[in-house]
């Protein structure tokens, strides 16, 4: 009789072998598809800095005032599924201590309401479901997965254009390690409002449609490499009013060299940030090279139990018959 391997070395060289197998499908096929925007987001985002702002009561910049900038981003679920995108509904209220604490946005001293629908793999700008403005550029809100050392094109909604941030290497924030982006914004016309003569310096005209110009003095982002969530934010806009065909600014809007995240939206940046890239590197990285190395050591000691076994077993020798007397012919 001829003996087989045993179960048990079978068992051990099969989930070898299927370790073996589903270490690059969890780093090629399921940890890519793991890299998606969410469609339920629900985060707000909140930046306090001093400058000057247009009193509309007392029709004047008042200068070093406490400004608090408040954005909520909320997806909205069922265009979002209907899709087959990420639909993100974005409120942004500009405020100062004055129109703090307010029971409805449209009380701030701005307010600013817009959607934004992107691509849930590669975050582009995609252009359905009443999306308002019509956003361009590689990023905005937020950066693509897996984000590069490399220049990108920010959507700025106020400019209503993209601006190019350049890498500046990595910084800490809250202990966390991130790339760091910065740019500026020149001087640009971004619309015009229709505002009292005298605000622009023609006190003969009761209305003038005069021109906004916006400018910032400097943009600094500091991204999650994995998920290109921004972890801290800083802004320093600038917006002016100018009288039609004017040169200079004849009004002053808002003026704050920096704006920045509170250090209480960028722990929890920083902890959302954590949370996501630790889920992408466990299926992307952890799991594969621990189902690689776990499935080669179970295959190798399968593949010896299994020929150890065979070789022990082997052919057994067939037993000699024993003598038999041959019967003897006679005449």
């Not at 409120?91 to 604490?101: A, E, H, M, N, R």
């Not at 622009?200 to 490499?225: C, F, K, M, T």
Request: aromatic letters at 8%.
């Amino acid at each position: 009789m001829r003996r087989t391997a045993s179960p048990f070395s079978l068992v051990i060289l099969g989930l070898g072998t299927f370790l073996l197998v589903l270490a690059p499908l969890l780093a090629w096929y399921v940890q890519p598809r793991a890299a998606v925007n969410p469609i339920d987001i629900d985060t707000t985002a909140v930046y306090t800095g001093r400058g000057s702002v247009f009193d509309t009561e007392k029709i004047e910049t008042v200068p070093d005032q406490k400004i608090t900038v408040t954005q909520r981003v909320r997806g909205n679920v069922e265009d979002s599924e209907r899709s087959g995108n990420a639909v993100w509904d974005v409120i942004t209220t500009v405020d100062t201590d004055k129109s703090l604490p307010a029971a409805d946005p449209h009380d701030a001293l701005d307010v600013n309401v817009h959607r934004w629908v992107l691509d849930r793999r590669t975050t582009e700008p995609v252009h359905c479901c009443e999306e308002k403005p019509y956003i361009e550029g590689e990023a905005y809100l937020k950066f693509p997965f897996d984000v590069q050392k490399r220049s990108y094109q920010w959507w700025d909604n106020t400019l209503g254009d993209t601006v190019v941030l350049r890498y500046r290497g990595t910084e800490k924030v809250q202990g966390y390690t991130g790339y760091r982006f910065t740019g500026s914004v020149p001087p640009t016309k971004a619309g015009t409002r229709l505002v009292p003569g005298s605000i622009v310096d023609q006190p003969d005209r009761p209305q003038v449609l005069a021109e906004e110009w916006y400018s910032n003095h400097g943009i600094e982002l500091v991204v999650d490499q994995a998920t290109g969530r921004v972890i801290y934010a800083q802004t320093g806009p600038r917006r002016t009013l100018r009288a039609p065909g004017g040169e200079k600014d004849a009004a002053v809007l808002l003026d704050a060299e920096k704006i920045a995240f509170t250090t209480e939206t960028q722990r929890e940046a920083v902890r959302q940030a954590e949370r996501d890239s630790g889920q992408l590197r466990l299926v992307g990285k952890t799991l594969p090279i621990g189902a690689a190395v776990a499935g080669f050591v179970l295959a190798v000691v399968g593949g010896v139990l299994v020929a150890r076994g065979r070789k022990e077993g082997g052919t057994p020798e067939t037993p000699e018959m024993p003598d038999v007397p041959q019967p003897t012919l006679t005449k």
